[in-house]
């Protein structure tokens, strides 16, 4: 952080009065669950985004990106709409989403820094969502439940972005802890608790470096699906709401009601909720090849279910079966592109990732990044 308000101070020419930093995430198990009103179990990561602030007259705001040095100025009367793929989206959707609360922020400059990777499937937006969230917060004195924080930034991917996205990313940077994975219940919206992934095992992201840009996916048609299964289902039994309610037999007993493709959508749905239960038991257990068998299921549900896989994503799942050291592997977050994520022994991790780099690149031509991943905490904030 004291980089960032040097360099703060330097180009503003005033300190910086609060900062705040905010993580991306990783889906471990509990794909496109969130919506569902199902479960889900993540982790932030020690890759976090940044966020130096100073309240400022008028209405004119300044909000700078020490990455790549680029600079947005917007007037806060005039943030109504959307600019098509600007990044600046996700700051001023933040004040959007919290007039919508009757909560008004005054003008700023704010500049960022982040080691999240962007477009790669572990939610920089949500990060950059939060950490600009929470610096607001600091700054103007605004009192929200750490809850309601997760709600703005989805809010500002609903609304401000038009994708229709659950809770997941935003929740997750905000209520991570370190070392430990969280299961959450989107129904209730609150943690359940906390598993810690079994030591000596890493996680290993390995990124397709195929873009995923989930504004422009097929994310939306996918939550769709989900839902008109969902009503088709409440049909034949009152009780479901949403398509966390279904169990496995009642699933298969409605298969003629559904759509062929409806059918496959809430078979991965209602799997994973599934899955991610039997993960946490199996965690119980110290079963990590039982645990990093059902990142495999996962992925198999994903390509054939609800395809929002890629065959480049596949190709990495693929890998992981044959290169040494490899016990699960899967797509993580939306899907579409983005990352892989890879359970690994910590010992194996380094070698691991070099061995599938090599065979994605002998096969597609593509240099796939990697990070072997540390578990890291929430979002937090403090005045300077
Ligand atoms: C994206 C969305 C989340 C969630 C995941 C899939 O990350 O933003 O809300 O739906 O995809 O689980």
């Not at 982790?43 to 909000?63: I, N, Y």
């Amino acid at each position: 952080m004291e980089k960032l308000i040097e360099k703060y101070t330097a180009f503003f020419g005033a300190a910086p009065t609060v900062c705040s930093q905010a993580p991306g995430r990783l889906e471990i198990l509990g794909n496109h669950t969130d919506y569902n009103q199902g479960f889900v179990l993540s982790c932030a990561v020690e890759q976090v985004t940044k966020v130096a602030l100073r309240p400022v007259d008028g209405k004119h705001c300044k909000f700078k990106d020490f990455r790549d040095n680029s600079i947005r100025e917007f007037d806060l009367d005039n943030i109504d709409t959307a600019i098509p793929k600007d990044w600046c989206n996700y700051i001023k959707g933040v004040i959007v989403e919290l007039r919508k609360r009757g909560i008004e922020v005054g003008a700023f400059e704010a500049g960022m820094e982040s080691t999240v990777p962007l477009s790669a499937g572990m939610s920089s937006s949500a990060a950059l969502e939060t950490a600009v969230g929470f610096s607001l917060r600091e700054a103007f004195g605004i009192e929200l439940a750490p809850a309601d924080w997760a709600r703005v930034g989805q809010g500002v991917e609903n609304n401000y972005m038009g994708l229709k996205s659950g809770l997941l990313d935003q929740f997750s940077s905000i209520f991570g802890k370190k070392d430990s994975m969280i299961l959450s219940d989107f129904r209730t919206v609150e943690v359940l608790r906390t598993a810690a992934l079994p030591s000596g095992y890493s996680i290993v992201v390995i990124n397709s470096m195929a873009k995923h840009n989930l504004v422009d996916s097929e994310y939306n048609v996918r939550r769709q699906d989900c839902e008109s299964a969902a009503e088709k289902l409440a049909q034949i039994y009152p009780d479901v709401k949403t398509l966390r309610d279904v169990s496995m037999e009642q699933l298969a007993a409605a298969e003629p009601a559904l759509g062929e493709r409806e059918f496959r959508r809430a078979l991965h749905v209602v799997g994973e909720c599934t899955r991610v239960m039997k993960a946490v038991e199996l965690l119980e257990n110290n079963d990590v090849a039982g645990f990093g068998q059902l990142w495999f299921e996962s992925h198999e549900s994903s390509r054939v279910n609800f395809e929002n896989s890629t065959p480049e994503l596949d190709y990495l799942v693929e890998l992981a079966k044959s290169v040494p050291g490899g016990l699960g592997a899967r797509l993580s977050g939306g899907g579409f592109g983005g990352i892989s994520i890879h359970l690994v022994k910590s010992e194996d991790a380094e070698e691991y990732a070099k061995r599938v780099q090599a065979g994605y690149k002998t096969r597609t031509g593509i240099e796939a990044e990697y990070i072997i991943c540390a578990i890291g905490d929430g979002a937090s904030s403090r005045k300077l």
